[in-house]
């Protein structure tokens, strides 16, 4: 992020677009807009942005842009949908940017296909009524020329399948991944509102079932079982009253489907706010309760989005779930069942966001999204020495990786937090990390501040090549090391460099 100007905040920003200013420069109208036309718009003064299919005219937002203007110049003037899915896909931007918009992309005519495919050229119609089958014999012209074992083994990887049967009391819906080491975190199933939502993770791309009014009958609970070695996956729906169903229900938007997950988009379910406890001055513990019918576990090194209605737009924001406290005896608590997401806050001042999320009542609910993320734990179980740089509440990625490490790495020699903060007031869960390098030999924490008090006797200054340069060492010469380092994007760019 980069410091905007006063005035340019988030709310600045909600309230011009509810103060009836014309933002789009066309009085109202939408209009269709080629490519031509789109790339004119490229400059700062007057700068158009493509995102799936939609036009925005992004000028009057450019000084709101929490990333700066150079960012969004990026996009000027052109598709920008990929370049926005690789930075903040989760961000709702058709609520950020609504009074923007511009209009519809033009779409492009059919053009004639580039050769034909097939030998005998006479025998496609080019009629415009005949062309989906002209399609689809190029199509399968273009399967013909792929050797059949190359063919054969994408489908057979790839393809995963679903199944339904039932009791008097159970429904059991199966699907069959064909992945080895399939796990309780890769599976998410919300069962809410009639709809039974199922998706599986398998690498970067996912398959779901989505099926919507799947009875006229309630549900009372559901059970997760999980075949590791053979991939298969059983929803288990406990049925409220022993009748028997005719059918399990009507597929929705996406089901039956194995696609990328950043072609999924995000999906989100309410949870309801059970606690909060104060951590330091200005960080709190959230402890939020998943919908019953939710199966949802967050792996090590991912997030999940928050998303809240402020002032009529939707914000989001990403956060990191950690346990409820760090355990000295290198197992699971007890109180981490599945059923409750923790969420180490920092309350910002003049943030409206997590404003609004301090404001919340014991009780209120806020959506939360799928897991996100690409780190790996097979990045870790074949260390030997893990370094940890964390700035601030850039700490809480580090809470389940601490945990995950000392309890199921075995080769690992050493993992060293080195923990930048402003003052001692500042520093997380202090005590349960000095209790945890006393509790484990493998384990050490350096505590480097930034202003510290004059009674201060560790280590201080910003994360640099010479501090780092005293804590940053192998635990042998030729040991595998893996370093991850969390913070603000300053502190990241600086600790990377």
């Not at 013909?144 to 199944?163: E, G, M, Q």
């Not at 997760?224 to 005719?246: F, P, R, S, T």
């Not at 560790?458 to 640099?464: A, E, T």
Request: net charge neutral; glycine share 6%; hydrophobic share 35%.
């Amino acid at each position: 992020q980069v410091p905007l100007k006063p005035g340019r905040s988030l709310m600045d920003w909600i309230r011009l677009t509810k103060s009836g200013k014309d933002l789009t420069g066309l009085k109202g109208r939408l209009i269709e807009v080629t490519e031509d036309e789109l790339s004119k718009h490229n400059k700062k003064e007057d700068c158009w942005i493509c995102i799936r299919g939609f036009v925005y005219n992004v000028t009057p937002y450019m000084e709101y842009h929490p990333g700066g203007e150079d960012e969004l110049m990026k996009a000027a003037g052109t598709d920008g949908t990929d370049l926005f899915d690789q930075v903040h896909r989760w961000v709702n931007y058709e609520s950020m940017l609504k009074e923007c918009l511009v209009g519809r992309m033009a779409v492009k005519p059919v053009a004639a296909l580039k050769g034909e495919l097939l030998n005998n050229p006479s025998s496609l119609s080019h009629s415009s009524q005949d062309l989906p089958s002209r399609l689809l014999t190029s199509f399968l012209a273009l399967l013909w020329s792929i050797p059949a074992v190359d063919l054969l083994k994408s489908f057979t990887v790839r393809f995963s399948s679903y199944d339904w049967f039932q009791t008097d009391s159970l429904i059991t819906v199966v699907i069959y991944t064909k992945q080895k080491d399939m796990n309780a975190d890769l599976v998410i199933v919300d069962c809410q509102d009639k709809q039974l939502r199922g998706e599986i993770i398998m690498d970067d791309h996912s398959y779901l079932v989505n099926i919507g009014r799947y009875c006229n009958f309630a549900v009372e609970s559901i059970e997760i079982n999980i075949a590791e070695k053979v991939g298969k996956v059983e929803i288990i729906l406990n049925k409220k009253d022993n009748v028997h169903w005719k059918m399990l229900g009507q597929p929705c938007e996406g089901h039956n489907t194995f696609i990328k997950r950043t072609d999924r988009g995000l999906f989100y379910r309410k949870c309801k706010l059970v606690s909060k406890t104060e951590v330091t001055h200005d960080t709190k513990l959230f402890c939020l309760m998943l919908p019953k019918g939710t199966h949802l576990r967050v792996p090590t090194g991912q997030h999940v989005y928050l998303k809240h209605i402020i002032a009529g737009t939707e914000v989001v924001k990403p956060y990191t779930p950690v346990l409820p406290f760090l355990p000295l005896d290198f197992q699971e608590p007890p109180c981490h069942d599945g059923v409750h997401i923790y969420l180490m806050i920092k309350i910002y001042s003049h943030g409206l966001f997590t404003q609004a999320l301090d404001h919340l009542q014991i009780g209120d609910y806020i959506s939360v999204s799928n897991p996100e993320g690409s780190f790996k734990k097979s990045q870790v179980q074949t260390s030997e020495d893990l370094l940890l740089l964390a700035g601030g509440t850039g700490f809480t990625p580090m809470v389940k990786l601490l945990n995950f490490a000392l309890t199921e790495v075995s080769c690992l020699r050493t993992v060293k937090l080195i923990f930048f903060n402003k003052t001692e007031n500042d520093i997380l869960w202090r005590n349960q990390l000095e209790q945890l390098a006393l509790k484990d030999e493998r384990f050490e924490v350096q505590f480097i501040l930034s202003q510290p008090s004059k009674d201060w006797v560790g280590k201080q200054g910003k994360i640099s090549s010479s501090l780092l340069s005293e804590f940053v060492k192998r635990s042998r010469r030729d040991s595998k090391v893996l370093i991850c380092i969390c913070g603000p994007v300053p502190f990241t760019e600086q600790g990377v460099q």
